[in-house]
């Protein structure tokens, strides 16, 4: 059976792209790194594509708030492209300045907030994953990862509303590095198709990646996630 194709949507600022690229690989995807110039000047390249990974980083410096100026351009400028990609059911996951691009789309429900601690976090941190509806994570045990942002701080009028309707994808276990509200780390929408989460599965795909591998303490690859949402795409 022939690798899916995901599309790895970067912009100005963007620095995560060749690390989720590298995840795919690994999680048995054909990336294509892809430029958001590239994908207004021809959305038919998402066509052909089975899945979309909004990279993170900080996309045009974070001017105006963070991943402001990449929703305006992609919801003004391949809105209906995007929405309709959606609509056939094919996986799409933010992560960090990804995700709060796609809270700006509407694509994702909720809002990201300046740190509680006022200041950028730089850490490691454990991610418990619930039950419910997002295709990225069924089956998937807790995960560990980095986290690397200014405004990580989820915000949402209904936090309990959103967990009963399956749509808490990850929450952060122990220590709320940003002050989410009930801890939320991820998102998905209503149909689970659509993930968001501030933390970066990407940089822990091999155990060497995380700071406690010489001790033998290491566990919960963030490769699990792209293997997941690379198997939905595959058997869809």
């Not at 959606?86 to 691009?101: L, T």
């Not at 949402?156 to 929450?171: E, M």
């Amino acid at each position: 059976m022939s690798a899916p194709t995901a599309l790895v949507l970067a912009a100005p600022g963007t620095n995560r792209d060749h690390d989720v690229a590298f995840a795919l690989e690994l999680a048995g995807a054909a990336p294509r790194i892809t430029l958001l110039a590239e994908l207004l000047a021809d959305p038919t390249v998402l066509h052909d594509a089975q899945l979309l990974v909004v990279a993170g980083g900080f996309s045009y410096a974070d001017a105006l708030g963070a991943g402001r100026m990449w929703s305006l351009q992609l919801t003004h400028g391949v809105g209906d492209t995007l929405r309709a990609f959606v609509a056939a059911g094919k996986p799409v996951i933010g992560i960090c300045n990804g995700f709060q691009v796609l809270t700006r789309t509407g694509l994702l429900p909720g809002a990201l907030g300046h740190n509680a601690s006022g200041h950028f976090q730089c850490e490691w941190g454990r991610l418990d994953v619930p039950a419910g509806r997002c295709v990225w994570t069924q089956g998937l045990e807790p995960i560990e990862c980095p986290i690397a942002h200014g405004e990580g701080r989820y915000v949402h009028p209904d936090p309990a509303g959103l967990a009963a309707n399956g749509q808490v994808a990850f929450t952060y276990a122990g220590h709320n590095p940003n002050g989410s509200q009930d801890a939320i780390a991820g998102v998905c929408d209503e149909s689970g198709v659509v993930l968001g989460l501030m933390p970066h599965p990407e940089n822990h795909v091999v155990a060497r990646q995380h700071p406690r591998h010489a001790r033998g303490t290491a566990t919960g690859l963030g490769l699990a996630v792209f293997q997941q949402g690379v198997r939905y795409a595959r058997e869809r």
